[in-house]
């Protein structure tokens, strides 16, 4: 019975002190400033995409204090099949799709078949999703269908690649950056890219 006493107290002391500490806690990003992009915006991305073939285009890179977030819009046609070497993996980087409209097949997976380093003057790796992958195929993969309203998590180092696309697939990606690897954009940033594409 002692021993039984003992163990409650114990676990009592470690919670009352764990929400102790847990009170002292400060904010990870005191002072930022909150972003807000307009659909406007969005749907700007999203006409360029469709126009000009562009399939992935960061739209903000935000510091959120201990990591960042990027903002992407993603646009995809029709696929067949999926591209030679077309498997994606990002070191560092977890992505998370929000599809708006269209539908596609997706594998994912952690083991990738002859993986092959971007180069470091790639473009997504240095403004979209840092350093990474490009691999022949996935063993044992895991096969998801999305469509509009699906939302779709792929962590750092899992592998993913579009095998089919019926007509199309956009979406909105949240990058999440703990490790900084991307660089900051912001809206005069974004407003100077869009300009640049649509003259």
Excluded at 54 to 67: C, E, K, P, T, Y
């Amino acid at each position: 019975m002692r021993n039984v006493v003992v163990s409650v107290v114990v676990v009592v002391a470690a919670f009352v002190l764990g929400r102790a500490s847990a009170q002292d806690v400060q904010p990870s990003c005191p002072g930022c400033q909150v972003t807000h992009i307009p659909a406007t915006e969005v749907d700007r991305y999203a006409a360029l995409g469709r126009a000009q073939g562009l399939v992935d285009q960061q739209v903000r890179s935000v510091d959120i204090g201990r990591a960042q977030v990027q903002i992407a819009m993603a646009y995809r046609g029709a696929l067949d099949e999926p591209r030679p070497r077309s498997v994606a993996s990002h070191d560092l980087v977890t992505e998370v799709y929000v599809v708006l409209s269209g539908s596609g097949t997706n594998r994912t997976g952690p083991d990738l078949v002859d993986p092959q380093r971007r180069p470091t003057d790639n473009r997504a790796v240095q403004f979209l999703n840092g350093p990474g992958n490009n691999s022949t195929d996935i063993r044992n993969p895991q096969t998801h269908e999305l469509q509009a309203g699906d939302v779709f998590v792929i962590p750092a180092g899992t592998g993913h690649q579009f095998t089919k696309i019926d007509d199309h697939i956009s979406y909105l990606m949240v990058r999440i950056d703990p490790d900084k690897v991307v660089p900051l954009m912001d809206q005069t940033a974004s407003e100077a890219y869009l300009a640049e594409r649509t003259q």
